[in-house]
Structures are given as C-alpha cells and as structure tokens.
C-alpha cells in the first residue's frame, strides 16, 4: 500500500531549480519524522534530507548542503524539497518517507511513497 505521493518531479538543466511535494494518501504523519530519499540507476538508496516532526530539526546528506531545503506543513501532512543549484549528478528517482525515529538511515522510516525521477541535464 502506498502511504505517500511523490509530486513534481521532471527535467531541469544543471543550474536550475526544482521543488518536490509529498502528500499523504493514507495518514497525514503529522507526528512523524519525515525524509527524502534517493536512488540513481546502479546505486544504493541515498540519504538526501530529513526533518522531524515539529520542523524544527534539520539535516542533509553532504552531496546536498546548502543547496537543498526540506520544509514540513503537519496540517496538510505535506513535506517538500527545494532544490537549488542542481548538478547533473542529483539525477536519481527521488522517494519520500515517514518514521516514528527522526535520523539519516533508511531503516528509521516505514513509510514510503513510490518515488518521483528527477533528470538533471548537462
């Protein structure tokens, strides 16, 4: 069962800018951490950002700080990602998750949406 949607993934060039939304389908997890997640062709599933439950902790994986921004709306039990600076190295299908345990590994999350691809051209 998908718990989470993945929304506004696509094509951009190297530069540019990019927003994800994940809504809820099932429960908003307004009182669980939230986390992006992603996976280029090949590679493991990669840490990319994390927020806990009230917003007010942050953290990201290296490749993306200071150019990605992962925010939180627990009425509407949404959780974005602002990404910046886009490199085409940040080309993977990107996945949003949900954990009652805030943290950087796959293993504290549940709760999984279906993934979104993010293309980033040279």
């Known amino acids: 069962q998908v718990h989470m949607v993945e929304i506004g993934g696509g094509l951009v060039q190297a530069g540019g800018s990019l927003s994800l939304s994940c809504a809820p389908s099932?429960?908003?997890?307004?009182?669980?951490?939230k986390a992006w997640f992603r996976q280029a062709p090949g590679k493991e599933r990669e840490f990319v950002a994390a927020?806990?439950?009230?917003?007010?902790?942050?953290s990201y994986g290296d490749s993306v700080k200071g150019r990605f921004t992962i925010s939180r709306d627990n009425a509407k039990g949404t959780v974005d990602l602002q990404m910046n600076s886009l490199k085409p190295e940040d080309t993977a299908v990107y996945y949003c998750a949900a954990g009652q345990f805030y943290g950087s590994s796959r293993t504290n999350y549940n709760y999984w949406g279906q993934g979104t691809q993010v293309t980033v051209s040279s």
């Open positions: 927020i806990n439950w009230s917003g007010k902790i942050t």
């Open positions: 099932t429960h908003t997890f307004s009182t669980y951490a």
